[in-house]
């Protein structure tokens, strides 16, 4: 089903919305949830709370991709949840991820700090425009969908090493970059 029409169901507060979301969308959201999270359970109910919160937010908004704003839905209850369970949970590739971006992502929470996350963000996606499609998905599945460097050399046919190694150069890149526009 396309996703105009399942936003479509959601206006009109149809239930079958969240069962063709998750028909849909919903291996994705659990992947995404997995990779922060690597336990069922958990996933299990980011995912199920994500589908709430579409279901809460459509209407009144109209996301562009349904994709993407249920993916980020997901993605904010799982780093949360993930917060949440960080004492009783061993180190696992949300960590990770954030340990190799640490040195560009802006961790205060303030007004201030908001207005320069939307600003990073406006510098990244310029910056995704730059590099090769390979580079951008090794970007956007280590960084946003905190993937495993082994799942990413698995979807891309690449060596553990090479991704690696691209993802540190792409971080390098992307510093050099920032440094430019900030």
């Known amino acids: 089903m396309e996703d105009s029409r399942i936003i479509e169901l959601f206006f009109e507060r149809s239930e079958c919305a969240i069962t063709e979301l998750n028909k849909k969308y919903g291996r994705l959201c659990k992947s995404v949830s997995m990779n922060i999270l690597s336990d069922e359970r958990d996933v299990d109910e980011c995912v199920n709370d994500a589908y709430w919160g579409v279901w809460k937010a459509i209407p009144p908004q109209r996301p562009d991709s349904l994709k993407a704003f249920v993916c980020s839905i997901v993605r904010r209850m799982s780093i949360d949840k993930y917060k949440h369970n960080q004492a009783y949970k061993r180190r696992g590739n949300y960590e990770s991820c954030i340990e190799e971006l640490d040195n560009l992502v802006i961790s205060k929470n303030n007004p201030e700090s908001e207005l ?3 600003e990073l963000t406006k510098y990244i996606d310029s910056f995704l425009k730059t590099i090769s499609k390979t580079d951008r998905m090794i970007f956007v599945r280590r960084f946003w969908y905190m993937d495993s460097y082994e799942n990413i050399a698995r979807i891309s046919g690449m ?7 691209r993802a540190s150069r792409i971080r390098e890149k992307l510093r050099t970059y920032l440094k430019g526009v900030m």
């Not at 060596?159 to 190694?165: C, D, L, N, W």
């Open 159 to 165: 060596k553990e090493g090479a991704v690696r190694t």
């Open 116 to 118: 320069e996350k939307e």
